[in-house]
């Protein structure tokens, strides 16, 4: 069955720690990973991709087929790093499997 | 016990259609959404409806028209279907309209229009 799990609901960080949110997938096949953003207010966005092995707003995540995760990291947490991120995983059909979500706080 | 279902999954149709998708959440929640998936994954909001009321219509054509019966449901009605119209559809929900709690989404529905 294809599943993305995100273990934590809720994460809370001291401003300044470091942030790691995690993701694990189940697929029988190549996975395509995301992860997505909302922040208070705003509209869903997509943060990051694997295949793009990119850093935005400091975040990273890599893929690591062997544990079938893909954790999201910040080595120092922000305020306004404050939001729900959901993982993601792009099925064969081309849909978007998501995750429950993983509300991050960061505590001053 | 499927919190936010969505029917069809798949829709084959042909150009110059009239076609609905369907959303139901057994969530209980006060909000909900409809997004279009691009093919590089970004998910563009579409529509919001809280309490049956529409909140969020975003640039989208007048052939879209969602609409809510109850708060349990957002149907996508679209009218007139276009070779672009063809992408997958997310239905989603969540408690409130804040964006401070999760967002909860159905499976999707791929529509391919020919």
């Known amino acids: 069955a294809q599943r993305v799990t995100q273990p934590e609901k809720l994460l809370s960080v001291f401003k300044g720690a470091p942030v790691e949110l995690k993701c694990n997938y189940s697929y029988s096949g190549s996975p395509e990973l995301f992860w997505y953003v909302q922040y208070s207010r705003q509209r869903l966005q997509l943060l990051l991709r694997?295949?793009s092995r990119e850093s935005i707003k400091g975040f990273t995540a890599d893929l690591n087929k062997g544990e079938t995760s893909f954790h999201l990291k910040k080595p120092f947490a922000q305020e306004e790093d404050s939001a729900m991120y959901y993982c993601?995983?792009?099925?064969?059909?081309?849909?978007?499997?998501f995750g429950k979500g993983t509300r991050l706080h960061i505590l001053p | 016990d499927t919190a936010v279902s969505q029917t069809p999954k798949y829709l084959v149709t042909q150009m110059g259609n009239d076609k609905s998708i369907k959303c139901e959440q057994n969530l209980g929640h006060d909000t909900m959404y409809w997004y279009k998936q691009d093919s590089k994954k970004f998910l563009k909001i579409m529509f919001s409806?809280?309490?049956?009321?529409?909140?969020i219509n975003e640039t989208v054509p007048n052939r879209f028209s969602p609409k809510s019966p109850d708060k349990a449901h957002l149907n996508l009605h679209i009218n007139s279907l276009e070779l672009g119209d063809s992408a997958v559809y997310f239905c989603?929900?969540?408690?409130?309209?804040?964006?401070?709690?999760?967002?909860?989404f159905g499976p999707g529905t791929r529509l391919t229009v020919l």
């Open positions: 694997h295949i």
């Open positions: 993601a995983l792009s099925a064969w059909d081309d849909k978007i499997i």
């Open positions: 989603a929900s969540s408690q409130d309209v804040t964006g401070t709690t999760e967002q909860f």
């Open positions: 409806y809280n309490n049956k009321e529409l909140i």
